[in-house]
């Protein structure tokens, strides 16, 4: 029978790969991002979740925040929806983590890399193709890299649709995209053959004890209800935002057009007025009105000369 758990819901995220209990899935996951020059090979999680946290009915979106042995921090964040300032939140918060390792008397050299993986059931990035991109400080005019101290790297689940027979033979960083895309609906035999290995079985097991422990089942179910209602809230606002603009633009056109309506009013009773003084036979204000203005302007201008002439 499928797992049934989700692992892009946040507070179960937070649990496969912020446990410090469960710090090798930490490790194997961000070794396997990153491929990093110095392979992380121990971390601490800064914000592990406390049991107080559980008995919030809308805590905040749980990400991950650790450091290693390095003193490198890394901020992993699992987001189902594109909130408003998306971008600007990943560099603010990978600024923030980045200064907030300099103590006082200590000197910028000390300063080690905060790294961001923002982890997306959206795509943030329709222009590209590719599941995974990375930004840094970078030159403009030359293939130059300021530092690597500050890294945002974004992964796009939209983008990323192995089938389970190319699985195996995929990078750790694809299976573990698969894991997160597909886990819910694996069963404990699934994860053997598609997912061997000790990390990903580790990660399995967390997801098996959610599903099976009664108290952490209903936080989840509890969690996956408020997440859902507040993505219908997005989109209900998103709606309203959208007709709003619809009804204000059809109000503006009722506007415009009656003041056009006036406008042509005035102009055609100007127009027969002339046409009379000129001995003309008058067109009517329903042929009038279905000129445009700057038509019915023309008309005017040239009866004003026409009888102008005349008179002279």
């Known amino acids: 029978?499928?797992?049934?758990?989700?692992?892009?819901?946040?507070?179960?995220?937070?649990?496969?790969?912020?446990?410090?209990?469960?710090?090798?899935?930490?490790?194997?996951?961000?070794?396997?991002?990153?491929?990093?020059?110095?392979?992380?090979?121990?971390v601490e999680i800064l914000n592990p979740i406390q049991g107080k946290d559980r008995s919030?009915?809308?805590?905040?979106?749980?990400?991950?925040?650790?450091?290693?042995?390095?003193?490198?921090?890394?901020?992993?964040?699992?987001?189902?929806?594109?909130?408003?300032?998306?971008?600007?939140?990943?560099?603010?918060?990978?600024?923030?983590?980045?200064?907030?390792?300099?103590?006082?008397?200590?000197e910028y050299h000390e300063l080690r890399p905060a790294i961001s993986i923002c982890v997306l059931d959206r795509t943030l990035f329709p222009q590209s193709e590719a599941h995974h991109l990375s930004f840094r400080l970078r030159c403009d005019q030359e293939d130059l890299v300021l530092t690597d101290d500050l890294q945002i790297h974004a992964i796009?689940?939209?983008?990323?649709?192995?089938?389970?027979?190319?699985?195996?033979?995929?990078?750790?960083?694809?299976?573990?995209?698969?894991?997160?895309?597909?886990?819910?609906?694996?069963?404990?035999?699934?994860?053997?053959?598609?997912?061997?290995?000790?990390?990903?079985?580790?990660?399995s097991g967390v997801l098996a004890m959610i599903s099976q422990t009664p108290e952490e089942r209903q936080f989840y179910e509890d969690r996956l209800k408020f997440l859902r209602d507040q993505n219908a809230q997005i989109l209900q606002a998103r709606f309203e935002g959208?007709?709003?603009?619809?009804?204000?633009?059809?109000?503006?056109?009722?506007?415009?057009?009656?003041?056009?309506?006036?406008?042509?009013?005035?102009?055609?009773?100007?127009?027969?007025?002339?046409?009379?003084?000129?001995?003309?036979?008058e067109t009517s204000v329903l042929v009038l009105g279905s000129h445009p203005v700057a038509e019915l302007s023309s008309m005017l201008r040239d009866l004003q000369n026409r009888l102008r002439t005349r008179d002279v």
């Not at 937070?14 to 121990?42: D, M, R, S, Y």
């Not at 983008?159 to 069963?187: H, M, R, T």
């Not at 056109?253 to 001995?279: H, N, S």
Request: hydrophobic share 40%.
């Open 56 to 106: 919030e009915d809308k805590m905040i979106v749980l990400d991950v925040l650790a450091r290693d042995s390095q003193g490198r921090t890394f901020n992993i964040e699992m987001q189902t929806t594109i909130v408003i300032g998306l971008r600007q939140r990943l560099t603010y918060y990978s600024c923030l983590n980045y200064v907030r390792q300099l103590g006082k008397g200590e």
């Open 1 to 42: 029978m499928a797992i049934g758990i989700d692992p892009k819901v946040d507070f179960v995220f937070k649990l496969v790969f912020g446990n410090p209990e469960h710090t090798k899935i930490t490790i194997h996951f961000l070794n396997a991002v990153l491929n990093l020059a110095h392979p992380i090979v121990w």
């Open 156 to 203: 796009e689940l939209p983008k990323f649709w192995p089938s389970a027979g190319e699985i195996l033979q995929c990078s750790d960083k694809k299976k573990w995209l698969y894991f997160l895309v597909n886990a819910e609906y694996l069963d404990a035999e699934d994860f053997k053959v598609l997912l061997p290995g000790p990390e990903y079985e580790e990660a």
């Open 242 to 281: 959208r007709q709003e603009g619809i009804d204000e633009g059809i109000e503006k056109g009722i506007e415009k057009g009656r003041e056009e309506g006036i406008e042509k009013g005035m102009l055609a009773g100007k127009i027969q007025i002339l046409q009379q003084l000129l001995g003309e036979s």
